[in-house]
């Protein structure tokens, strides 16, 4: 009778057993979605299975109670490769955007998915200090524009070694030139939260170019002959590159002759053979020199020139005890001021041609005293 009256107590409930305990669990289910649903905030990343796709939009199965959209305005920087791949039934990670709109659906976003992920991997070679390779997209007042995996990066014109330092129009034509080159970089800085990633082409350089220089440094000897190139012209003298690091060619060793300025004889990019002088290992410095790969001038004054010759020169120098005369490559002497009176003074300019007499040579000092010759009979001026 007791089981009878259970059956019927059951039955007159209208629910089984089984019945009961399917409610629970689609309770159970129905609550765990909802918690999902309300645990999902702005920023959470995720992948998701793409439902359907759209002309403008995609549906994606979050797991969530509700499915989430994904606008085409949140999916405009996938490229066409990228785009092929957006069918039903991929895998897709995803960025939310809000987690509940008018419409109940959570909002996603393709692109910023794609950034975050990309955040991630810049902090990670920002941790490691690994240089980057990338395109240069455009330019703007400030400096170059460069586009990582969906989160664009800065150079500033100060860190990019191929732009001058001339006026705004020729830096403004050197980026316009750089667009769509590849550059090696390294970041300087990173916000996430501020969207701000700037970055070094000079470090990035730098640091390529120290650990070559050490290698070189331990190859290279002193009188060595390398083929360089020249990268910098300063006041003092010039850099040049002679296979992975910079050496400096002071201004008194860049030729026989006299120099007023390196650019007057160099440019940046240009070609040039340099003997290595000094080798600084402890401050990682190299001297080089570019007249000592030429022959010396001065070792055939003895066979070209003798006392009472009379040659053709040009005036290089105006100085307050005479003028310098160049009288073949590298080789100058002196006209004393004490002769430099009347018309001669008249005669005498920098870069004037000029005839000259030779009075003294003095060939292990490296001078050689000159008259100035006004007309080809003038008298020899007395040597003492």
Known sequence: MEETHAVTTSTSAGESTQDI??????????????????????????????????????????GAKSEGV??????????????SDIVVGATVLVYVMQPEDDQGRVSLSLDRARQERSWRKLQQVADDGVVLETKVINYNKGGLLVNLDGVRGFIP??????????????????????????VRLKIVEMSRARNRLILSERQ?????????????LSE???????????????????????????????????????????????????????????????????????????TEPWAAVAEAFSVNQVVQGTVTQIAPFGAFVRM?????????????????????????????????????????????????????????
Not at 70 to 83: G, I, N, S
Not at 268 to 283: A, C, Q, R
Request: hydrophobic share 40%; with cysteine.
């Open 204 to 216: 990035a350089n730098a640091e390529s170019r120290d650990s070559r220089k050490g290698a070189l």
């Open 220 to 294: 290279i000897a002193v009188n060595d002959i390398r083929e360089g190139t020249v990268t910098s012209v300063c006041d003092f003298g010039i850099f040049v590159d002679i296979g992975g690091a910079d050496g400096l060619v002071h201004l008194s060793e860049l030729s026989w002759s006299r120099v007023r300025h390196p650019s007057d004889a160099y440019k940046v990019g240009d070609s040039t053979k340099v003997m290595i002088l000094n080798i600084d290992t402890e401050h990682r410095r190299i001297a080089l020199s570019i007249k000592r790969t030429q």
């Open 70 to 83: 994904v606008l085409a305005r949140d999916m405009h920087t996938l490229t066409d490769e990228e785009r």
């Open 157 to 182: 014109t100060s860190q990019v070694s191929g732009i001058g330092r001339g006026n705004e129009v020729q830096k403004q034509a050197d980026m316009a030139r750089m667009i769509g080159s590849t």
């Open 328 to 384: 073949s490559e590298g080789v100058e002497g002196l006209i004393h001021s004490s002769e430099l009176t009347g018309d001669a003074v008249a005669a005498v300019s920098e870069g004037a041609a000029v005839t000259v007499r030779i009075i003294r040579v003095d060939i292990p000092r490296r001078r050689i005293a000159l008259s100035l010759q006004i007309t080809p009979d003038a008298p020899v001026p007395d040597a003492s």
């Open 21 to 62: 305990r399917s409610k629970e669990f689609f309770a159970a289910l129905l609550n765990e979605q909802s918690e999902k649903l309300r645990s999902l905030k702005h920023g959470d990343t995720m992948d998701g299975i793409i439902l359907a796709v759209h002309e403008h939009e995609l549906v994606i199965d979050i």
